[in-house]
């Protein structure tokens, strides 16, 4: 009899951690359901960003309209969008860095930057080259912050906020662009 109680007990209480396992694996089987369609969402988004940013970089980022050609006999000194790079700005830097400063700081130091046009083309070139990068890389960066925003919250006013600071940052760069033209 004892034996049988003591079976019956047993059955009793595995009844109860089955309930108690079923109704917590319920639950833990929603969480992770919900969890695994967050992760999904996170990597479709994931997946999105990239292929938009991809897509942004083969489009070449052409970012304002293409000068007028000039009449047949000038010799066009404007400065090209795809010239204002990272690259081009950081070797005007080192050429202010270096050169240019041990033009004016040097043993030999220049007293009369008039006397040499040179001196004023190289600085003047360098000046413009690092201005049009860090403009163009503001209007690549709110680009690339609205597209990637607006995959994940598609209205807000962040988003809204974002389309002004890069209308804004497109107008300024281009407005440099239509102007830049090299020293020479």
Same mark, same amino acid.
């Given at each position: 009899?004892? #034996?049988? +109680?003591?079976?019956?007990?047993?059955?009793?209480?595995?009844?109860?951690?089955?309930?108690?396992?079923?109704?917590?694996?319920?639950?833990?089987? *929603?969480?992770?359901?919900?969890?695994?369609?967050?992760?999904?969402?996170?990597?479709?988004?994931?997946?999105?960003?990239?292929?938009?940013?991809?897509? +942004?970089?083969? *489009?070449?980022?052409?970012?304002?309209?293409?000068?007028?050609?000039?009449?047949?006999?000038?010799?066009?000194?404007?400065?090209?969008?795809?010239?204002? =790079?990272?690259?081009?700005?950081?070797?005007?830097?080192?050429?202010?860095? =270096?050169?240019?400063?041990?033009?004016?700081?040097?043993?030999?130091?220049?007293?009369?930057? +008039?006397?040499?046009?040179? +001196?004023?083309?190289?600085?003047? #070139?360098?000046?413009?080259?690092?201005?049009?990068?860090?403009?163009?890389?503001?209007?690549?960066?709110?680009?690339?912050?609205?597209?990637?925003?607006?995959?994940?919250?598609?209205?807000?006013?962040?988003?809204?906020?974002?389309?002004?600071?890069?209308?804004?940052? =497109?107008?300024?760069?281009?407005?440099?662009?239509? =102007?830049?033209?090299?020293?020479?």
């Amino acid at each position: 009899m004892k #034996n049988r +109680h003591n079976k019956r007990m047993q059955s009793d209480q595995n009844a109860r951690y089955a309930f108690i396992l079923s109704a917590d694996a319920k639950r833990y089987v *929603a969480i992770l359901d919900e969890g695994v369609k967050l992760m999904v969402r996170v990597l479709a988004s994931t997946i999105l960003v990239f292929l938009l940013a991809s897509q +942004h970089a083969v *489009a070449a980022d052409v970012l304002c309209p293409k000068n007028a050609p000039l009449q047949e006999g000038v010799d066009d000194l404007r400065m090209q969008e795809d010239e204002f =790079t990272a690259e081009q700005a950081m070797d005007a830097v080192k050429f202010l860095q =270096t050169d240019f400063s041990k033009r004016i700081f040097g043993t030999n130091a220049v007293k009369d930057f +008039h006397a040499w046009s040179g +001196h004023y083309i190289s600085y003047a #070139n360098s000046l413009k080259f690092i201005e049009g990068a860090l403009l163009k890389q503001q209007v690549l960066i709110n680009r690339a912050r609205l597209k990637e925003l607006s995959v994940l919250v598609p209205e807000s006013a962040e988003i809204s906020q974002l389309k002004v600071n890069l209308e804004a940052a =497109t107008q300024k760069f281009c407005v440099l662009l239509s =102007t830049a033209e090299y020293v020479d």
